[in-house]
Every structure is written in C-alpha cells, then in structure tokens.
C-alpha cells in the first residue's frame, strides 16, 4: 500500500498529541513518546514505511498514514468515519484500510443482559455485525484492500 487509513476505536487510535488510549511511552523525561508502545496499526504500517501525522518524530512532510479511528466509537460510527473520509478526498491508488470496532457494542450488549433475552442480544449483535460487513463491502467496492481485525475477547 501506499497510504494506510484506520478506522474504528481506541484500540487503533493515536490521539492528536501522539498518546494513545492505554499505556504511553513515556522519555527519560516523563515526556510520552508515541514510538514506544505503539498501536498495531503503526507496526503494521511501519512495514510499508509509511507513519502517522499524530506520530512522526522524522517530521517526515506528507505522512500517508490517515487516523480515523475515535475513541469509543461503536459499529453505528463506522459509515460516519467513511463517509467523512471520502468527503475529505478519499482514497487514492493503493490504499489499504483497517477496521478493528465494535467492543463498545459488545459491552453494551452485555449490560442488557439480564433485563434483555439472550436471542434477542445475540440477533442485535448479529445485526450490528453485518452493519460493519456493509462498511467494509463500501470500502472493498472503492478498491481499498482492507484488513478487519475482530472484537477481542471482552469476557
């Protein structure tokens, strides 16, 4: 690929400032450095040598790694970060996307869990899930390669 866009959750994001949502690297100094723990969408990107404007410590000009990913976002959020990216220029030739959401669903679907039957969680996630399958059908029909990674386990 020559540019990487991610979208999802927390568990993709690199915020503004370079930190991630959960344990930051942090200097000698105390100072957090977004090279240290990094996400798994930078290893993944790190072996194309392309980074992210929210983590490029070579100030390298135009960084084709695009973070679309927000902290909690759920499955519902998904056509809204594709949409805003598209609108904002889209994808350009070779692009690969990630998509890694919908633990946000899960744990809300859990919550409901007794009040709410079994079947009936268990059929709105399903839904929820081939919500995000149309997502990722949208990004395949653009000609984007597109990586999903699952929910992990949130038991």
Sequence with gaps: PKSIVVFGDESS???????????NGL?????????LNPVWVQYLASQ????????NPQNVVDPKG????????RAGDLAGQIDAYVTGGGF???????VLVGAHDVL??????????RSE?????????QAVGVQINRLIDRGVRVIVATVPDQG
């Design 13 to 23: 994001a690199i915020l503004p400032d370079g930190t991630r949502y959960g344990v």
């Design 27 to 35: 200097t000698e100094a105390k100072a957090p450095d977004c090279t």
């Design 48 to 55: 194309y040598g392309i980074v992210f404007a929210e983590c």
């Design 66 to 73: 695009r973070m679309r990913a927000v902290v909690g976002a």
């Design 92 to 98: 350009g030739e070779d692009a690969l996307a990630t």
């Design 108 to 117: 809300a679907l859990y919550g409901d869990f007794p009040d709410r039957g």
């Design 121 to 129: 969680l268990l059929s709105e996630a399903r839904d929820l899930g």
